[in-house]
T-cell receptor
Framework: NAGVMQNPRHLVRRRGQEARLRCSPM?????VYWYRQLPEEGLKFMVY????????ESGMPKERFSAEFPKEGPSILRIQQVVRGDSAAYFC???????????????FGEGSWLTVV | GQQLNQSPQSMFIQEGEDVSMNCTSS?????WLWYKQEPGEGPVLLIA?????ELTSNGRLTAQFGITRKDSFLNISASIPSDVGIYFC?????????????FGKGTKLSVKP
């Protein structure tokens, strides 16, 4: 009964490099979300994707950040030309199709900790 | 942006005591979720609430979706050392997109044996 799988768990990048974070949703889930958490803070929504579609990217920074959820394979959050301020924990979450009876229950992965040096 | 006010920010209690924390907002929410997060881990869903007035229990945990749809509380009864962690409320705004949750800043719970 695998949950939301994220990798890598920890990633160190030098300023200016690219970071790629991967997420495989729970089995049977077709909706993927990415959140960012700074130290001592709550999680902040970044983007919501379904297969091959970005549904809501209202929380994504306008530059350097992109996300995809291809037809095959995991969802990827890509950060180009990383800066120190990108250092954070990035969490992926997934959910099944929304239903009026059970609402929208979102399950999180264990996170990917990005450190930019 | 939208905010959830979660309180208290931290709690130091004795094992066996009951705990209460809450979240409030000036906005209306369709869904309230309560999560627990431990260091180096992702948030784990504790309780989900979908209807105003709904009261739901999960073992020693009880949570309620406020009638006004602007608040929620979480109670933990008879706390034990493994309850230690950070508890987050999260809400989905009325009219917001699915999965776009607003998180509180968390309540850090410490339990003294």
């Amino acid at each position: 009964n695998a949950g939301v799988m994220q990798n890598p768990r920890h990633l160190v990048r030098r300023r200016g490099q690219e970071a790629r974070l991967r997420c495989s949703p729970m089995k049977g889930h077709s909706h993927v979300y990415w959140y960012r958490q700074l130290p001592e803070e709550g999680l902040k929504f970044m983007v919501y994707l379904q297969k091959e579609n970005i549904i809501d990217e209202s929380g994504m920074p306008k530059e350097r950040f992109s996300a995809e959820f291809p037809k095959e394979g995991p969802s990827i959050l890509r950060i180009q030309q990383v800066v120190r301020g990108d250092s954070a924990a990035y969490f992926c979450a997934s959910s099944p199709q929304y239903s009026t009876s059970s609402g929208n229950t979102i399950y999180f992965g264990e996170g990917s900790w990005l450190t930019v040096v | 942006g939208q905010q959830l006010n979660q309180s208290p920010q931290s709690m130091f209690i004795q094992e066996g005591e009951d705990v209460s924390m809450n979240c409030t907002s000036s906005s209306i929410f369709n869904t309230w979720l309560w999560y627990k997060q431990e260091p180096g881990e992702g948030p784990v869903l504790l309780i989900a609430l979908y209807k105003a007035g709904e009261l739901t229990s999960n073992g020693r945990l009880t949570a309620q979706f406020g009638i006004t749809r602007k608040d929620s509380f979480l109670n933990i009864s008879a706390s034990i050392p493994s309850d230690v962690g950070i508890y987050f409320c999260a809400g989905q705004l009325s009219g917001g997109s699915q999965g776009n949750l607003i998180f509180g800043k968390g309540t850090k719970l410490s339990v003294k044996p």
